[in-house]
């Protein structure tokens, strides 16, 4: 169950990276009010999405503890994130407070999956 755990969380690290890359690659373009939300940033909120969930099942099955208070404000960080990268998705040019918004958000979530213990 170890080793399925773990291929999850590096998946989830995956989606991740693919959300943050194409938030980071933009910012220029947000600066200038150009910014669009790619087609790599709504995958990498959607893998988010599964592998967290696949995640708390595993480590539920697992009988390993799960801080529901912790997974459900991340749930919720997320859902926000991928609401607005979805609505998004079409347009030419996002304004920069979205763009930023989902920048600063996936940060929290990062920041809220490493510190809160």
Do not use: C
């Not at 998946?11 to 991740?16: A, K, N, S, W």
């Not at 994130?81 to 600063?104: C, H, M, N, Q, T």
């Amino acid at each position: 169950m170890d080793v399925l755990i773990h291929l999850f969380v590096g998946l989830h690290i995956v989606g991740i990276g693919a959300l943050l890359g194409g938030f980071l690659s933009q910012m220029k373009a947000m600066s200038a009010g150009e910014a669009r939300m790619t087609p790599g940033m709504l995958h990498g909120a959607l893998t988010m999405l599964v592998t967290g969930v696949a995640l708390v099942g595993l480590n539920q099955a697992d009988d390993n503890s799960v801080n529901t208070v912790k997974i459900g404000l991340k749930l919720a960080l997320l859902i926000v994130i991928l609401g607005l990268v979805y609505v998004k998705r079409d347009e030419e040019k996002v304004e920069s407070a979205a763009f930023g918004a989902v920048g600063a958000l996936t940060t929290a979530n990062i920041f809220i999956a490493v510190l809160w213990t």
